[in-house]
Nanobody, 119 residues
């Protein structure tokens, strides 16, 4: 199993920046890829960005050019740099990790970290 803990959320003015961190523990060597999702009040959880073991990344169109996902030198850390923040970026941001197991594909979620962007 994999456990995830996010940090780095907070209140920021529009145009500002934040850096989110996600630390994975447990069976981290089984992880194939990790990513960030977000959920605003009344909305479904949506993909923000993902990064694979080979470093390949993909982003939601709404954050391309503003957000950057990266891995730490340690396999168990990923980051999300949020620049040029907009009020519509306000949401709880969740870290996700996915891996294969004898019983099939599995994933884990962190508890989330709140990002609030004021106008």
């Amino acid at each position: 199993q994999v456990q995830l803990v996010e940090s780095g959320g907070g209140l920021v003015q529009a145009g500002g920046s934040l850096r989110l961190s996600c630390a994975a523990s447990g069976n981290i060597f089984s992880i194939n890829d990790m990513g960030w999702y977000r959920q605003a009040p009344g909305n479904k959880r949506e993909l923000v960005a993902r990064i694979g073991n080979g470093g390949r990344t993909n982003y939601a169109d709404s954050v391309k050019g503003r957000f950057t996902i990266s891995r730490g030198t340690a396999k168990n850390m990923i980051y999300l740099q949020l620049n040029s923040l907009k009020p519509e970026d306000t949401a709880v941001y969740y870290c996700n990790a996915a891996w294969n197991s004898p019983v099939g594909a599995q994933d884990a979620w962190g508890q989330g970290t709140l990002v609030t962007v004021s106008s």
